[in-house]
């Protein structure tokens, strides 16, 4: 038996490492062998939506706003909550909560809106409360678990494991995809 090949990038997602060269070349091998781990860290802005923590890669966002007078545009999706004056900048806004189907709670003085870039340009996501910035190593993150079906994943990327919480990651095209 040959020694264990060098890391080996998987799907440009996960390294899968200790796989023998025989296990390569065409052997059965269970999934438990190979040990998976996510190739890259990531630089998360971390939030809170109906007592959850969410999180989106910094590199999407713009800046942070307060809470500010939102004007309603009318015939729209409930999601839709309407459009901020953003230094002369008119953006649409999101209420992420009503979007996933999560429990609406009052706006409160820790609430914000996420500005994003997004494939239709700048938008506003609104969140309970905005709690920090950190980076996820790889290890921590892991894959949307297989029990939950895809009508409850769509939107959600990956999960991370933080000390006593989960952040799940969001995939923030689909969830302010129309």
Known sequence: ?????????????????????????????????AKVQHAEDRQTVV??????????????????IRMRDITPIPRTEAHIRGLVNLR?????????????????VAETESSRIIVVDSE?????????????????????????PALANDDQTEYVEAVAKREAELVTLLNLDSALAA
């Open 47 to 64: 939030f809170r939506l109906s007592g959850e923590s969410y999180g989106i890669d910094i590199f999407r966002v713009n800046e942070i």
């Open 120 to 144: 239709e340009g700048q938008v506003g996501i609104m969140v309970d409360a905005v709690n920090e910035v950190v980076t996820l190593d790889g290890q921590q993150i892991e894959p949307t």
């Open 88 to 104: 002369g900048k008119t953006i649409p806004v999101v209420d992420l909560r009503i979007r996933m189907g999560l429990e609406v």
């Open 1 to 33: 038996m040959r020694g264990p090949l060098p890391t080996i990038i998987y799907a440009g997602e996960c390294r899968i490492t200790e796989m023998s060269q025989d296990a390569i070349a065409g052997q059965e091998i269970e999934a438990s062998e």
